[in-house]
């Protein structure tokens, strides 16, 4: 609609498409009334969405227009990661609020472009309005499955051990906005052992743990002691939120957290996944719920919500 365009809108287009990477699966990006993706033979097409909403998930400042832009796709990319899925094609819908300097939406596209650039995936489309409202961007991503098959939520099995990437808590301090999304480690996991079920983190340790745990009809039990803590974790710990607690319930850490067999844990463990620990933090069981071992021994139940009382 006419009085919906953005200022600048077709030039920004314009911009978009002579800046685009093409990736073999994308037969046709920006510039037509839609894009044509044709995901390799025998492989699977996944797609995520996520919205994200000035004033609500985030505020200008602290965030720039470039990393709004680029957390925007990163967050996608994160659930397809959680899939085990290759990154094809992203779609960006932006409702631009009126009255932002002119490099606004440039700048905002161009992390779009950052967070994209990584995977040689196409920004293969999306739509432009303006309006008086925040600013409003919502990104689709199309992925591929990996030869191995896609991982769902549904598959973790009693006797799986819980592994998690990387480390967690405090990611609000600044983690949460400039995060690479753990693709590569994803695809590069699967292809050497198979895993059974995963998830991204961004909810929570605890939250995303019960995910699996409801999804899989299943049991957990943490180990408190090896749950790997971000130093921004411990720098944050407070008597009332100590680093353990931060790492259970703060959330948007998008690190990944999976199951597989014991033999096949340990597999993924002797990976070399540069910049990437992978930890072995506990292991699943016949029944429901989910416990915490605490360093005495003593187990205490876990709820979704996390480990709310002084530990
Ligand atoms: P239509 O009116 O047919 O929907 P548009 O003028 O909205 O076409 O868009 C023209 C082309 O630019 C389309 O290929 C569309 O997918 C793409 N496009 C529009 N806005 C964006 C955006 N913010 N990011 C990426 N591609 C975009
Ligand atoms: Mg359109």
């Known amino acids: 609609m006419a009085d919906g365009k953005a200022p600048g809108e077709f030039d920004l ?3 978009l498409r002579e800046r685009q990477v093409v990736h073999p699966a994308v037969r046709l990006g920006i510039g037509d009334d839609a894009a044509i993706l044709s995901p ?16 609500t998930h985030f505020t200008f400042p602290p965030l720039t227009p470039r990393e709004a832009g680029r957390k925007a796709l990163a967050v996608n990319l994160s659930d397809l990661a959680a899939m085990a899925a290759e990154p094809l094609a992203a ?7 009126r009255g932002r300097s ?6 905002l596209h161009e992390g779009v472009l950052d967070a994209a650039r990584p995977f040689g995936m196409s920004l293969a489309g999306g739509d432009t309005n303006a309006w008086d409202g925040p600013l409003v961007i ?17 598959g973790a099995l009693p006797e799986d051990r819980i592994l998690v990437t990387g480390s967690l808590g ?25 895993i059974h079920a995963m998830i991204d983190i961004s909810d929570g340790l605890a939250a995303d743990l019960h995910h699996i745990l409801d ?37 948007e850490d998008f690190e990944l957290l999976l199951t597989a067999a014991p033999d096949d844990a340990a597999r993924l463990l002797a990976l070399d996944l540069p910049g990437c620990p992978l930890t072995d933090i506990g292991s699943i069981h016949a029944g429901s719920g989910c416990q915490l071992r605490q360093a005495d021994g003593s187990l205490i139940p876990l709820e979704r919500s996390g480990w709310q009382h002084q530990l």
């Open 13 to 15: 287009i314009r911009l």
């Open 40 to 55: 390799a033979a025998g492989r699977e097409l996944l797609i995520a969405a996520d919205m994200l909403m000035e004033g």
């Open 91 to 97: 779609f960006v819908t932006v409702a631009l609020p």
């Open 102 to 107: 002119a490099s606004f939406a440039l700048e």
């Open 138 to 154: 919502s990104v689709t991503v199309c992925g591929q499955s990996s030869a191995a098959g896609p991982v769902c939520r549904s």
């Open 170 to 194: 405090g990611s609000l301090s600044g983690h949460h906005a400039s995060f690479t999304p753990r693709v590569r480690e994803a695809l590069t996991m699967q292809q050497t052992a198979p």
């Open 215 to 251: 999804e899989s009809q299943v049991a957990a039990v943490l180990e408190a002691a090896r749950i790997p803590l971000t130093p921004e974790a411990h720098r944050q710990a407070t008597a009332e939120k100590p680093a353990l607690v931060r790492a259970l319930s703060d959330g």
